[in-house]
């Protein structure tokens, strides 16, 4: 059962347009979503995250906002970048010190000049 | 800062024997640590979470007779991969909490890449 899922699978934008990527989930016991980026052949590294008791969180050209009631997230990347070409994992964990992340399956992003 | 050292970066294993990985906290106490796997063209799965002074609790489909954890303080966990067969290639990668801290505090360490000839 796959309890964080995103869409779509993958994404070609024009350098300058805004990135839309979503990610849903189910399990109710999710309090922390934090959004990884991995370029090929390197590890994910920590992008943005949110928690529950925010809507939106930015941080520069990403955006996340956060619908709860629909246990819904999108990450906006504005002005996208050729550089931001990679793939990105929506994720989901329970919080506190003794739990791990549940990730999405991914969407591969691909920035074209 | 807080960094996670994981080593080796690449590994090659024939079929059938077993490596070793091993991940490294510095600069914090890790008192959780989460083992993934991700498999070519797919997402990460969480194979274990260890936490210091607790049992090892491993996902479906992944067992302590086929993936055995140590993590015998609050800075070293090592994980094992036995009889690896093609399957079991991908990035393993370790991610360690603080303790204490929120899911905002974990580190993950730069992964090892099997390769199973």
């Known amino acids: 059962q796959q309890q964080v899922r995103q869409s779509p699978q993958s994404l070609t934008v024009w350098e300058g347009e805004t990135t839309i990527l979503n990610c849903s989930y189910e399990d109710s016991t999710f309090d922390y979503f934090p959004w990884y980026r991995q370029f090929p052949g390197k590890s994910p590294a920590l992008l943005i995250a949110i928690s529950l008791v925010s809507n939106k969180k930015e941080d520069g050209r990403f955006t996340i906002f956060f619908n709860k009631r629909e246990k819904k997230l999108s990450l906006h990347i504005t002005d996208s970048q050729p550089g931001d070409s990679a793939t990105y994992f929506c994720?989901?964990?329970?919080?506190?010190?003794?739990?791990?992340?549940?990730f999405g399956s991914g969407t591969k992003v691909i920035v074209l000049p | 800062g807080a960094l996670v050292y994981q080593y080796p970066r690449r590994t090659i294993c024939k079929s059938g024997t077993s490596m070793r990985m091993e991940c490294q906290a510095v600069?914090?106490?890790?008192?959780?640590v989460a083992w993934y796997r991700q498999s070519p063209q797919k997402t990460f799965e969480l194979i274990a979470l260890s936490t210091v002074n607790s049992a090892i609790k491993y996902e479906q489909n992944f067992t302590q007779e086929k993936f055995p954890i140590s993590h015998p303080n609050l800075s070293f966990s090592s994980m094992t991969v036995l009889n690896a067969y093609l399957e079991d290639r991908g990035l393993y990668l370790c991610?360690?909490?603080?303790?204490?801290?929120?899911?905002?505090?974990?580190?993950f360490g730069s992964g090892t890449r099997l390769t199973v000839l």
């Open positions: 994720a989901a964990s329970e919080g506190g010190f003794a739990s791990a992340l549940t």
């Open positions: 991610g360690a909490r603080d303790r204490g801290g929120g899911a905002e505090t974990l580190y």
């Open positions: 600069g914090f106490q890790a008192t959780s």
